[in-house]
């Protein structure tokens, strides 16, 4: 069963984080009624403990993508006009 890890909401947010660790089972990540150009940009923590854009996002035409890296993560979600929820979907989720 998918996580949910930022509640439905329209105002910008960050989920909570999740760790990937192993290789054998990246997790994908969705988000729920994205529209027009809102986005929520996957984000991983660095050693220095600063949270940088990875360059994978969601969108209203892509709103699901696996996370093929291994980090702590979070997903940063834009203002929307309706309630959007971002998920988390591991190998047998989906």
Known sequence: ?????LA??????ASEQFEVSDVS?????????LAGAEEADLQILTN???WVNT??????????KQVEM????????DA???ACAIN????GDL
């Open 8 to 13: 439905d909401i329209t105002d910008a947010a």
């Open 1 to 5: 069963m998918a996580k949910e890890i």
């Open 88 to 91: 988390l979907h591991t190998k």
């Open 25 to 33: 089972n990246y997790p994908t990540i969705s988000a729920d009624l």
């Open 48 to 50: 220095d403990g600063v």
């Open 80 to 82: 929307t006009a309706g």
């Open 55 to 64: 360059g994978v996002s969601l969108t209203a035409t892509a709103a699901a």
């Open 70 to 77: 291994i980090g702590v993560f979070r997903v940063n979600k």
